[in-house]
């Protein structure tokens, strides 16, 4: 079945750099997009970036030019490197294949 396991958060300071990854199992990993989504405390998910399997990027407005998507297909792993951290950052991070999401991996940023 198809799995994601999300790794690389914690707690920065606002400015700050965290790069966040996704190991996926259980399906032909090149074959397919993986994307980033995220959900601040009291808040609904936010999609904030796609990769496709031709390596193609697509980014939310709110972190375009700070978060950059890349993919690693020898290692079934998509990474997200997030610069330039804001507090209105923190949230839950997960990576999603079609409907199907990680457990997340916690972005705090704070002074």
């Known amino acids: 079945q198809v799995q994601l396991v999300e790794s690389g958060g914690g707690l920065v300071q606002p400015g700050g750099s965290l790069r966040l990854s996704c190991v996926a199992s259980?399906?032909?990993?090149?074959?397919?997009?993986i994307g980033w989504v995220r959900q601040a405390p009291g808040k609904g998910l936010e999609w904030i970036s796609y990769?496709?399997?031709?390596?193609?990027?697509t980014y939310a407005d709110s972190v375009r030019g700070r978060f950059t998507i890349s993919r690693d297909n020898a290692k079934n792993t998509v990474f997200l490197q997030v610069n330039s951290l804001k507090p209105e950052d923190t949230a839950v991070y997960f990576c999603?294949?079609?409907?199907?999401r990680g457990q997340g991996t916690q972005v705090t940023v704070s002074s």
């Open positions: 999603e294949k079609g409907t199907t």
């Open positions: 259980g399906f032909t990993f090149s074959r397919y997009g």
């Open positions: 990769i496709d399997e031709s390596g193609s990027t």
